[in-house]
């Protein structure tokens, strides 16, 4: 299966302000995901990233707060901005490969906390 | 749209023993139902899925049964052992091409602790 890696692994960050998360991928894939997972969680799907076009967020989540990119078929990502102590979570991103497969793998994930 | 509910939230079992975990779905559509193992500080693993024209699948000692006609699916872990002790996810999706339901629920999740 394909290498998923994030960036930052972790970050602490003050409320009102925005981080960037990068997602990069060894090889190319057509399908990209960002999911949240708070404390004691599950994963809950914000966005599938299209490359070359519009993210597609589920209900709850909006392009102001989470605004993705996806400039090509490795790399995508997902910044959180305007940050408050809710949006204290873990964020993974996540690929299907073979693009027609059904199996979906994820990314080590990035731990932010939000003061 | 899709929603996936899982139970127990916690089980607890005898090393050795075997471990159920059940989930339901609500998309009579979903036909794509993997299983997640989740250790602590890390990320969740694909540890075995079936699709929605099989009954059963096998691996080793974990066992995953499908039916169709009830919409639900459970997990079976025979022998379990301490490092079987994690966060176990079902999910449900919908086949990939589908347009916009291409896309993989989680249910919420069970706590399985082995006990020596």
């Known amino acids: 299966s394909a290498v998923i890696s994030q960036k930052p692994s972790r970050d602490i960050c003050q409320r009102g302000t925005s981080l960037t998360i990068q997602c990069q991928v060894d090889?190319?894939?057509?399908?990209m995901f960002w999911y949240r997972q708070q404390p004691g969680q599950s994963l809950t799907l914000i966005a599938t990233?299209?490359?070359?076009?519009?993210?597609?967020?589920e209900s709850g989540f909006v392009i102001d707060k989470f605004p993705i990119s996806r400039p090509n078929l490795t790399f995508s990502t997902l910044t959180v901005s305007n940050m408050s102590p809710e949006d204290s979570s873990i964020y993974l991103c996540?690929?299907?490969?073979?693009?027609?497969?059904?199996?979906?793998?994820f990314g080590p994930g990035t731990r932010l906390t939000v003061t | 749209g899709e929603n996936v509910e899982q139970h127990p939230s916690t089980l607890s079992v005898q090393e050795g023993d075997s471990a159920v975990i059940k989930c339901t779905y609500s998309d009579s559509a979903s036909n794509y139902f993997p299983w997640y193992k989740q250790e602590l500080g890390k990320r969740p693993q694909l540890i075995i899925d079936i699709r929605s024209n099989v009954g059963e699948k096998k691996d080793q000692r974990i066992a995953v049964t499908l039916n169709k006609t009830a919409k639900h699916f459970s997990l079976h872990i025979t022998e379990t052992q301490p490092e079987d002790s994690a966060v176990y996810f079902c999910?449900?999706?919908?086949?990939?091409?589908?347009?916009?339901?291409?896309?993989?629920?989680f249910g919420s999740g069970t706590r399985l602790s082995i006990r020596p």
């Open positions: 999910a449900a999706s919908i086949t990939p091409g589908r347009s916009s339901a291409s896309k993989i629920i």
């Open positions: 990233a299209n490359q070359g076009s519009e993210a597609t967020y």
């Open positions: 996540s690929v299907r490969e073979p693009a027609l497969s059904y199996e979906q793998y």
């Open positions: 090889s190319q894939v057509t399908m």
